[in-house]
């Protein structure tokens, strides 16, 4: 990526996402100015994505035995960049379904499949679109901590999935003061620095939303682990993984 194109991210992330408006008006103001250089500027911070994909890959083929013909959403899927890490197993899948309000991403999403017929863009809302069948697997990447009612986009995500269907997660977040056995605790400067930097662009990680994924599927795979941040070389901002099964 150019200076020029980082310099376009950086003042639209400094600008801040606007305070007026629908969501999908201020999803398409905040990152129209710098959807063609969304990808470029974000790979070097969206760590983990690979690992999610390859959860949810590894736990479809225990569930099918395979690939071929599964119905995979991903909601919040913005540019679809996430998609691409399939690999060569993209082909093998049914249907794919990307979801998102945001319009100026979305045109990023169409020209990137245009070539592939079971890419299915939809421009939605992820808390109340609905596939036209139960799904396989359901996937959030980088999307559930800009979801302002992210309760219902994540009742949503279980409600279209097929029993024994698999949901995976990947995002910033921050721990609990005092998180549960076995998880990570973060200092204060991170529980106090993160919220606040992130939530001037419509992203606000918490504690809640991973307690909220342990408590209702209690048998998953979770990583928690720190990603650099692009031009603050002395930071790490911490994400998850998460994957899991459906009962049935």
């Not at 063609?36 to 999610?52: T, V």
Request: proline share 7%.
């Amino acid at each position: 990526m150019s200076l020029a194109g980082d310099a376009r991210v950086l003042l639209s992330m400094l600008r801040g996402q606007p305070r007026s408006g629908s969501h999908a008006e201020r999803l398409d103001a905040f990152y129209g100015p710098q959807a063609s250089q969304y990808d470029a500027f974000r790979e070097r911070l969206l760590q983990g994505r690979a690992a999610m994909i390859q959860g949810v890959m590894d736990t479809l083929l225990e569930v099918r035995g395979g690939l071929a013909g599964a119905h995979v959403v991903e909601l919040g899927g913005g540019t679809g960049r996430s998609l691409l890490f399939f690999g060569e197993q993209l082909d093998a899948l049914g249907r794919v379904d990307l979801v998102d309000l945001c319009a100026p991403l979305l045109d990023e999403a169409r020209r990137r499949f245009a070539d592939r017929r079971q890419v299915h863009v939809t421009t939605a809302d992820a808390c109340t679109w609905r596939p036209g069948a139960p799904a396989d697997a359901v996937y959030f990447s980088y999307a559930l901590t800009m979801i302002p009612d992210w309760r219902a986009a994540l009742d949503n995500a279980l409600a279209m999935l097929k029993a024994g269907g698999v949901l995976g997660v990947v995002d910033f977040y921050v721990s609990a003061a005092e998180p549960p056995a076995g998880l990570k605790r973060h200092g204060a400067f991170t529980r106090f620095f993160w919220p606040r930097w992130f939530a001037h662009d419509g992203v606000r990680p918490c504690p809640d939303h991973l307690r909220v994924l342990r408590e209702r599927l209690p048998e998953h795979q979770l990583a928690e682990c720190v990603a650099p941040v692009p031009y603050l070389p002395l930071l790490r901002v911490p994400y998850y993984s998460f994957t899991a099964r459906l009962p049935g």
